[in-house]
């Protein structure tokens, strides 16, 4: 790694722990060529306090695969009937997302996200032989008709008690759908969703999309927990809030949760369960960033507004009563100079800026339905750009959060900052970070600063790439140079992340576009600040499902899952339509690492 890495990245300066184990991987190459553009290239080494092992990248399944009884990927309606696709074929999900690994008894179980609208989980059986591959025997979809279904399910993680916890991203703004006098004012990004009760997108009215959708379902962490006959149970927490949920995450303390909140404008929130292991009831938090620095990404403490308690089913009661965007608030207009008339609240949420009141005892469903609308109202931050993952690292004491990118409110001034307070003033990085996030002893965080960056491309890389002699092995040379417009030696919009306790080695995959023109995860060390790339995706492609298990039965896996192939970028490279189909595996398997 070239020694200006470290500089750019801002690394956080911290203590070697005494206890903390070596680990290495071979690295990947990045994708030079057209063949290595369009495979799956996993890192073939691992090396654990000096001790080489063997390790590779493993498929449990591609989308459409037949396991058992089951087809893997194929969506389903509240009545279990396959969802079609406007051509009237079966509809088949590329987009795999967040596979979990789940024990049960003397049984393994995966559960796959597939991101899509309607979504849909699938539960999987995993067989496994005595050198800890993994092969599964039977899938089958999880029931969510009791919610009115799956909405977009992205990342998630697995509790301390060990089950599933997943989410859904992008709910629908509620208020828009509410005041549309047809259909064309309506996002069409929430349409498909009605599938899911047998309607047809493409012939509906409004009052059919109205009476088939009902926005305040959807944007809720789940929970799955699996029975000892292997069914796949499924909750929604209202009480956590409904925003963008990439993911929550919950703490060592079986209490504390943090939710992530992917888009523009979006919050950070802390969840505290009444009860270590139940999260169907808590108060809810949005954190205020304070900032101390503008340098690289950006340091700041953190401030937490409180935004009052909820349970789970009396948030649930109120939805399936056909409570409205108008129960809830009076909205007005900005005034010229952004402010907002007396008695109102200026919120820079859903994509607008607003001036709302609410309505009196509506205080805990605005809380719960509304919740970045209502916690910009009452002064948290809401203007982080693509919050993406978490990871919580026990070695220091600290929680991970990815940004996919440092931009639009998180800059100083704008668009973007109207009706909100500016909090966060920071230079553009279209290449993302991730952050550290201090934690005290009930694990609040409490500070919040860069740990490792993306370098957007430099004039001088521009100039190098055009050299005849470039080093396409340092450098982005010829046609590389168009397509990544991050440095290929370090990350480009990072997105799910997952830590390896014991080793201090941070591991992130990435979503990007024009960063990267192939997907990769890395392994960061978090000490000395070595990136090596250990995955690398075909064309078009998403990392997802980044996830490690230390120890299941003797082994240790990281899981893997290849999103949407050809299907972000590069549509035009596609020549099979096969290999379009999402992957879902684990690099591996490792010994057991549970330090």
């Known amino acids: 790694m070239r020694s200006h890495l470290l500089t750019a990245t801002a690394l956080i300066a911290l203590p070697v722990l005494a206890h903390a184990g070596d ?64 051509d009237g074929s079966e509809h088949i999900s590329v987009d795999a997302d967040f596979t979990s690994l789940i024990r049960k008894g003397d ?123 292997g069914d796949a149970n499924a909750a929604k927490h209202f009480s956590m809030g409904r925003v963008a949920v990439e993911l929550a995450n919950v703490m060592p303390d079986q209490k504390t949760a943090y939710i992530s909140d992917d888009g523009t404008n979006v919050g950070l929130f802390r969840f505290v369960a009444d009860k270590a292991g139940d999260l169907s009831a ?27 308690h909820a349970d789970d089913a009396t948030v649930q009661a109120a939805i399936e009563k056909g409570v409205k965007f108008s129960d809830l608030f009076e909205a007005a207009d900005l005034n010229e100079d952004g402010s907002c008339a007396e008695g109102f609240a200026s919120s820079n949420a859903e994509g607008r800026a607003e001036c709302l009141k609410v309505k009196p005892g509506m205080e805990m469903l605005a809380s719960r339905l509304e919740t970045r609308r209502y916690a910009s109202m009452m002064g948290a931050t809401t203007e982080f750009r693509k919050m993406e993952g978490s990871t919580y690292d026990a070695d220091k004491h600290a929680l991970y959060l990815s940004m996919s990118e440092v931009s639009k409110g998180m800059e100083d001034g704008g668009k973007q900052d109207k009706g909100g307070r500016n909090d966060i003033r920071v230079a553009k990085n279209a290449c993302g970070a991730v952050y550290q996030l201090s934690l005290d002893d009930s694990f609040t965080a409490t500070s919040m600063k860069g740990l490792v960056a993306g370098i957007p491309m430099s004039k001088e890389q ?129 010994p057991a690492m549970d330090k």
């Open 23 to 86: 680990l290495s991987f071979a690295p990947v190459p990045f994708a030079a060529d057209d063949a290595a553009k369009r495979a799956v290239v996993a890192t073939d080494k691992v090396t654990i306090d000096g001790k080489d092992y063997p390790i590779a990248y493993h498929l449990l399944a591609r989308s459409g695969d037949k396991i058992g009884d089951g087809t893997f990927a194929l969506l389903t309606d509240a009545n279990g009937n396959p969802v079609k696709s406007a």
């Open 107 to 229: 049984k393994l179980y995966s559960i796959t996200h597939f991101e899509s609208r309607p979504g849909s989980m699938y539960i999987s059986e995993l067989s496994r032989d005595a050198d800890g591959n993994l092969t599964p025997v039977s899938t089958k979809p999880v029931n969510f008709s009791a919610f009115g279904g799956l909405w977009v399910p992205c990342a998630g993680s697995v509790t301390p008690w060990e089950t599933h916890l997943g989410s859904e991203e992008y709910p629908a703004d509620a208020r828009e759908i509410e005041t549309a006098t047809a259909l064309d004012q309506i996002d069409d990004y929430d349409f498909p969703m009605v599938r899911y009760q047998g309607l047809d997108p493409a012939k509906m009215t409004l009052d059919e999309f109205r009476a088939a959708y009902n926005p305040y379902r959807y944007g809720f962490p789940t929970e799955i927990t699996v029975s000892d006959a």
């Open 282 to 308: 808590g108060t809810l938090y949005a954190a205020k960033w304070v900032q101390t620095s503008d340098e690289g990404v950006g340091a700041a403490t953190l401030d937490w507004i409180d935004l009052g």
């Open 462 to 590: 521009e100039e190098k790439a055009a050299d005849p002699g470039c080093d396409p092995a340092h450098n982005m040379c010829g046609d590389a140079a168009k397509v990544n417009t991050c440095d290929i030696n370090g990350i480009a919009n990072p997105d799910n992340i997952t830590y390896m306790p014991g080793y201090n080695t941070l591991i992130i995959g990435e979503d990007t576009g024009e960063g990267h023109q192939n997907d990769a995860i890395w392994a960061l060390n978090t000490d000395s600040g070595k990136l090596t790339r250990i995955l690398s995706t075909p064309y078009g492609s998403e990392t997802t499902s980044a996830y490690w298990y230390p120890n299941i039965d003797g082994h240790g896996y990281l899981m893997a899952v290849v999103q949407h192939p050809y299907g972000e970028s590069d549509e035009d490279k596609l020549a099979d339509p096969a290999d379009a189909r999402a992957y879902v595996g684990y690099i591996g398997p490792f």
